[in-house]
Nanobody
Framework: QVQLVESGGRSVEAGGSLRLSCIASGRYFNTYAMAWFRQFPGKEREFVAGISRSGDSTSSADSVKGRFAISRDNAKNTVYLQMNSLKPEDTAVYYC?????????????????WGQGTQVTVSS
């Protein structure tokens, strides 16, 4: 079992940057692949970025590639999402997700654990 708590979401102007954090409780954080998803009003959650449990493999969605970066610090039980060059269309609730596997997935159904979400609002 792992519990996830996101933080760092807030309102920011277009072109700005934010860093989201997700802290995991429990042991063996380094046995979980981690990911960030986001959800727009009335839409399904979509994959933003994923990272393997060791941190040596990452991927991001085409819509954020080159602007967002996922990283993790296993010593701190924390995964991060660095978001640069933010756009109004990045406005969403951002969720952290974990799965007890080596490699991340882009399908939300593959994740067993979710945080409560953190709101990111980008104004033009």
């Amino acid at each position: 079992q792992v519990q996830l708590v996101e933080s760092g979401g807030r309102s920011v102007e277009a072109g700005g940057s934010l860093r989201l954090s997700c802290i995991a409780s429990g042991r063996y954080f380094n046995t979980y692949a981690m990911a960030w998803f986001r959800q727009f009003p009335g839409k399904e959650r979509e994959f933003v970025a994923g990272i393997s449990r060791s941190g040596d493999s990452t991927s991001s969605a085409d819509s954020v590639k080159g602007r967002f970066a996922i990283s993790r610090d296993n010593a701190k039980n924390t995964v991060y999402l660095q978001m640069n060059s933010l756009k109004p269309e990045d406005t969403a609730v951002y969720y952290c997700a974990a799965d007890n596997s080596n490699y991340y997935f882009s399908r939300r159904q593959m994740y067993s654990y979710w945080g409560q979400g953190t709101q990111v609002t980008v104004s033009s």
